[in-house]
């Protein structure tokens, strides 16, 4: 009998790693970091309750470093077989799993100086060389062609419109002579967004995980483009500059294709668009090479030679120093910078330059947690604190909340219509406890399907 093991994204959105084991065949699914709270982040130092020495594959559904980011870490304790994923994804984590390693040596290094460790000297999680052995590891797989994950298992991806290279893994095995399937979800993206295209449906499954972000929540019903270009234009009147931190991978590109999109509309008027993050740049240029994952709207630009994430004058400033002649630029312009949520990277000298200018706009487009120099800004703070000195905050603060990769619980709701009949079993997985429970509720009432709520490290078979 087939058996499934939940190691991450039980009461939480972070950490997704479900170990599935049949016949001496296993894999890993998903093999993300444990991130936000400490208890959490405490888990990713713990040895991973999975024999790696018969370990035969890890399947990746996207890039997220909450699906991916414990991959070095699991190289680093000796695994060295292959790791299959889309082909964007692949190139994604060319990048992602490097800029995490950097990360995680910062952290060893802050943490070194500081004299905080338990350990001395502290060590990081991973480092570079272990990031460059994961990346040495992955396999990219088309898009809906099956392959064998293991001996008498079987996968296929499938587009689940969450960011470039997103995927359901659908997989399968012959039990008894009878042929089971299981879907992972993963992170289930929303009909109807810009460059990607829609969730796909999936007709049929035995076993279901299936995400629950959004498991509680309603995405408002504004239009984010619509409110995205009153701010721009409101701005273009002061004569101010547009700040706009913005996670470097799926948000970057859906505001960029959005402001091609005002622009090409003449909604708003030619202004320079910096990009000025290096991870972001790299991203975007992925979204640029990677056409097969666009939609009916974005393939008909291109199919007419137009751009569809650049506008007229949008300039990848990836040194320091075209980062740094973005002070000079005088008069309206559009900055978008990372990180998402004001923790670090080049937005901050951005907001040392602006913030304390009437004149400019710092819009939020993303999720700002507790804590962060974000959701202090939003909550309409005075200042804020930047390499040990505190900046006035004049400049206004917009939030545009409607920018979302994760399907809310009617989208989610609509995807399961698809299914032609219920699933054995369908696990809600990767979500906060109430988000869950609200999802199983629905499920429950609306459908009639078994569901359950996994804990951490329960172990379930799939009969
Ligand atoms: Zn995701």
């Known amino acids: 009998m087939a058996t499934l093991t939940f190691l991450g994204a039980t009461g939480t959105v972070t950490g997704s790693k479900y170990l599935f084991e049949q016949e001496g065949s296993s894999f890993l699914l998903d093999c993300g970091l444990f991130q936000g709270l400490k208890e959490l982040r405490l888990r990713n130092w713990n040895p991973l309750r999975v024999n790696l020495a018969t370990l035969d594959a890890v399947v990746l559904t996207h890039a997220h470093i909450d699906h991916t980011g414990y991959l070095p870490r699991l190289v680093r ?159 273009v009147e002061k004569k101010g500059a547009v700040l706009i931190p913005a996670f470097a991978v799926g948000r970057t590109q859906e505001l960029l294709y959005t402001l091609r999109a005002l622009e090409s509309a003449s909604r708003i008027p030619e202004i320079p668009v910096y990009v000025d993050s290096p991870m972001a740049i790299r991203a975007t240029r992925l979204y640029l090479k990677h056409t097969q994952i666009y939609d009916k709207e974005a393939n008909a630009l291109l199919k007419g030679g137009e751009e569809v994430l650049l506008t007229k004058h949008t300039e990848f400033t990836e040194s320091v120093e075209a980062s740094k002649r973005i002070n000079g630029q005088r008069g309206p312009c559009i900055i978008i910078s990372a990180s998402g949520m004001l923790t670090g990277g080049r937005i901050l000298h951005h907001l040392i330059q602006r913030l304390p200018d009437s004149r400019n706009t710092v819009v939020f487009v993303g999720y700002q947690a507790e804590g962060t120099r974000g959701r202090a800004l939003q909550n309409g703070r005075d200042n804020i604190k930047i390499h040990g000195r505190y900046i006035k905050a004049q400049a206004s603060v917009e939030t545009i909340s409607d920018f979302s990769a994760h399907a809310d619980y009617r989208e989610i709701m609509e995807w399961l219509k698809y299914f032609g009949e219920a699933p054995r079993k369908t696990f809600i997985v990767h979500g906060e406890p109430d988000a869950s429970s609200h999802l199983q509720n629905l499920i429950r009432n609306a459908r009639g399907w078994e569901t359950h709520i996994p804990v951490y490290e329960e172990k379930i078979v799939l009969d």
């Open 77 to 235: 304790q000796g695994y060295h077989k292959p790791v299959y994923c889309t082909e964007p994804t692949r190139d994604l984590l060319e990048i992602m799993l490097l800029d995490s390693a950097h990360l995680q040596e910062e952290d060893a290094k802050y943490a070194n100086k500081k004299g905080f460790s338990k350990h001395k000297p502290a060590l990081p999680l991973y480092d570079t060389a272990d990031a460059k052995k994961a990346i040495s590891l992955l396999k990219g797989i088309p898009y809906e062609t099956e392959f064998e994950v293991a001996p008498g298992i079987r996968a296929r991806f499938r587009d689940a419109g969450h960011i470039l290279g997103s995927a359901f893994a659908i997989v399968s095995w012959t039990e008894k002579d009878r042929a089971k399937r299981i879907v992972f979800s993963g992170d289930l993206g929303r009909p109807g967004r810009p460059v990607l295209r829609d969730p796909r449906k999936i007709k049929a499954a035995d076993y279901l995980l299936l995400e629950s972000t959004y498991g509680d929540r309603l995405h408002g019903e504004s239009d984010p483009q619509e409110e995205l270009k009153k701010i721009i234009l409101r701005a």
